[in-house]
């Protein structure tokens, strides 16, 4: 997804111009459109006219329209969306207040405009934008003098770096200005991955290399890390995995990824957090049920406390048509975050997210244990009545 422009004000309203360019920018599309908002875009109009002699014609005309969204259709198997709604701005082909459903498309610009924007929609188009934020596996191609660092998202491969440094070959009875190169090559290579690669996303890093370039790059990177204190590459030791390449350049990737260690490591990548979090909220149920709460009573209850450490929710729920009930939600993801929490929202596409649905698409790991919910428990089952 491109951001083109984004104009939003001090009240939060505004509006904003993406371009979807890939089938998965539609899903996000899709959580970011809302009845209410206008939607403006390139449409397909049927239009019938008259000629003089009393005879009419139909024929299809491309136009652009403002819409004032009323229903929003998603076909996840195709990855396409429609939206329709009323005309806002008349034109030559379509009366204002005229019904209309544009079907958005691939590489075509839409502007949408909001009363308010929201911290959890603002979220999401900084997610759809950014690359980076979906690219949950990394890779370090490398031979001797060469390396490029990539980011491999689930649709395509970034290259973020390419770093070259001359290595002089190994002379006899000196080898010193060889290995000083080396070690000049070597930091800059982790220099680059500490720049380009964001660990909070990535979930994987893939090391490359003919012969034993990787494994000493491995060994004298997290040496350096136990010199230098450096808590971010210790932390992430687990998710480097050396890989055989047959050179540093950057299509020795393609051999890399089909590698089949490789291939049964990364097949949960895209979701690995969101199922572990499930997992983790399960056990916690099963031994420490006053440390696992679900249902929105419940979690609003232990939000107040200041007591959640993991907030799991749904993406469905920021979905819902009723705007008291919406942000409510984002109030909940708004106090967690600002109390220190994490909040994992789960896409409902997602098996783990179906498996969060059916306990109401939301629930809480807490800090501390909270005993007493009856009274969230009994406003629970009145606004379940309700």
Same mark, same amino acid.
């Given at each position: ?28 599309? /899709? ?30 005309? &491309? ?29 030559? /082909? ?13 590489? &075509?610009?839409?502007?949408? $405009? ?43 491969? @970034? ?72 808590? @971010? ?17 950057? /299509? ?13 490591? @990364? ?14 909220? /399960? ?8 440390? $696992?709460?679900?249902? @929105? ?90």
């Amino acid at each position: 997804m491109k951001l083109l422009h984004k104009d939003i004000e001090k009240d939060n309203a505004g509006q904003v111009t993406l371009m979807p360019e890939e089938a998965e920018d539609m899903w996000h599309t /899709y959580n970011l459109v809302q009845v209410g908002d206008s939607l403006r875009a390139s449409t397909i109009r049927k239009v019938q006219t008259e000629s003089s002699t009393g005879s009419s014609s139909s024929s299809r005309v &491309r136009t652009t329209l403002t819409v004032c969204v009323e229903t929003i259709d998603f076909d996840s198997q195709a990855c396409q969306l429609r939206v329709k709604g009323t005309n806002l701005e008349e034109n030559q /082909y379509v009366k204002m207040g005229a019904y209309h459903t544009i079907e958005l498309e691939l590489n &075509r610009k839409f502007t949408l $405009a909001k009363k308010i924007w929201d911290s959890v929609v603002l979220d999401r188009i900084e997610q759809a934008c950014d690359p980076t934020q979906k690219a949950d596996v990394a890779a370090v191609v490398m031979q001797e003098g060469l390396a490029n660092i990539v980011l491999v998202t689930s649709a395509m491969t @970034l290259l973020r770096a390419k770093i070259e440094v001359t290595i002089p070959r190994k002379r006899k009875g000196s080898c010193t200005q060889h290995e000083k190169a080396l070690e000049r090559f070597y930091e800059a290579v982790m220099q680059g991955i500490l720049r380009h690669i964001n660990f909070d996303v990535v979930k994987c890093v893939l090391v490359g290399s003919p012969g034993f370039v990787k494994d000493q790059f491995i060994t004298y990177l997290f040496k350096e890390a136990v010199r230098q204190d450096n808590k @971010l590459l210790l932390e992430n030791r687990p998710k480097f995995m050396t890989v055989h390449s047959s050179s540093g350049h950057k /299509y020795s990737l393609k051999e890399i990824l089909s590698d089949p260690t490789v291939t049964s490591r @990364l097949s949960d990548t895209k979701a690995a957090g969101e199922v572990k979090a499930l997992e983790d909220f /399960y056990k916690m149920l099963q031994h420490e049920p006053d440390r $696992a709460f679900y249902g @929105l009573a419940h979690v609003e209850k232990a939000s107040e406390a200041l007591a959640i450490d993991i907030l799991l929710i749904s993406d469905q729920l920021f979905r819902h048509q009723d705007v008291a009930t919406r942000s409510r939600y984002v109030r909940l993801v708004d106090g967690v975050r600002d109390n220190g929490g994490n909040v994992r929202i789960f896409s409902s596409l997602h098996v783990s997210g179906d498996q969060l649905n059916q306990l109401s698409g939301v629930a809480a790991i807490l800090r501390f244990p909270i005993a007493d919910m009856s009274d969230a428990e009994e406003e629970d089952s009145s606004s379940d009545e309700e």
